[in-house]
């Protein structure tokens, strides 16, 4: 029996986790409610092309989103060796997780159908979740363009500081 995962949205709470990141120790999501708003982004491979332009663009922001009190996680199905050589080629400064059974994958809807050249296959749907400090999905991007996507995450951060009251970037 296939039970299928309710397509999440935002407003709604997101869905807690524990996995091992690539320092080795378990990260669970609900260890950074009321402390920091997430972007976790979901990437099909390390050090791919699609992929190492997705990850330098968060790490190149990374001083303006740490501004705004906001860390990154990002999640593929990769081991952690595979992990820490790509963290380590292009001086990654956040935290990679390792879904290899793409069970958080399942939960946040992003493992699914893809194709290429005709032919199709199941894997990581590029998405990025922004999730607020008190845990809720505030934003999904879907269909990602790595070019371009961890400045539109920071605009979107700063506009989201920007309303709020207490700004913090």
């Known amino acids: 029996m296939v039970t299928k995962v309710k397509k999440l ?40 092309p699609g992929c190492v332009t997705e990850a330098c663009g968060f790490r190149d922001v990374m001083d303006d989103l740490f501004e705004c009190d906001t860390i990154v996680l990002g999640i593929s199905p990769d081991n952690m060796s595979a992990h820490q050589k790509f963290i380590a080629k292009y001086y990654l ?32 749907l590029r998405t990025t979740y922004i999730i607020g400090k008190d845990g809720k999905i505030l934003k999904i991007f879907e269909k990602v363009k790595p070019a371009a996507h961890a400045k539109e995450v920071l605009s979107y951060i700063k506009n989201l500081n920007r309303l709020s009251v207490a700004k913090v970037c």
Do not use: H, Q
């Open 9 to 48: 949205e935002p407003g709604v709470l997101s869905p807690d986790f524990e996995l091992i990141a690539n320092n080795g120790r378990a990260v669970s999501l609900s260890y950074y409610s009321g402390r920091k708003n997430v972007v976790l982004y979901f990437y099909p491979k390390d050090d791919t």
């Open 93 to 124: 400064p956040f935290l990679l997780l390792s879904d290899p059974d793409k069970e958080v994958c399942k939960k946040y809807s992003v493992w699914g159908e893809k194709s290429m050249y005709g032919k199709k296959y199941f894997g990581v």
